[in-house]
């Protein structure tokens, strides 16, 4: 794979502040709501395992939409067919 991009969107409504990483709230708290997005792209090139990997270590953030887009470059063939 050439490069990896995942975006998360994540909408808390009328949650404690408190309860959300302080990395996307700061010191904010009592009661509230938080909507953020995070892109992060990581380049390549990558193989299929090293994708998998960072798949799995995205932070989890509850009731968050997660989505990913990769780009991939096709193996070229020779004309022997190898």
Same mark, same amino acid.
């Given at each position: 794979m *050439?490069?990896?991009?995942?975006? /998360?969107i994540?909408?808390?409504?009328?949650?404690?502040?408190s309860?959300i990483p302080?990395?996307?709230?700061g010191?904010?708290n009592g009661?509230?709501?938080l909507e953020?997005?995070i892109s992060i792209?990581? !380049?390549g !090139?990558?193989?299929?395992?090293?994708?998998?990997g960072?798949? %799995?270590? *995205?932070p989890g953030l509850?009731?968050?939409?997660?989505?990913?887009r990769?780009?991939?470059r096709?193996?070229e /063939?020779?004309h %022997?067919? %190898?």
């Amino acid at each position: 794979m *050439l490069d990896m991009g995942f975006q /998360i969107i994540v909408n808390y409504t009328k949650v404690t502040l408190s309860d959300i990483p302080t990395a996307l709230r700061g010191s904010l708290n009592g009661s509230g709501d938080l909507e953020a997005q995070i892109s992060i792209r990581v !380049p390549g !090139p990558m193989n299929k395992a090293t994708a998998e990997g960072l798949c %799995e270590s *995205l932070p989890g953030l509850s009731g968050s939409t997660y989505a990913a887009r990769f780009k991939v470059r096709k193996k070229e /063939i020779d004309h %022997e067919g %190898e």
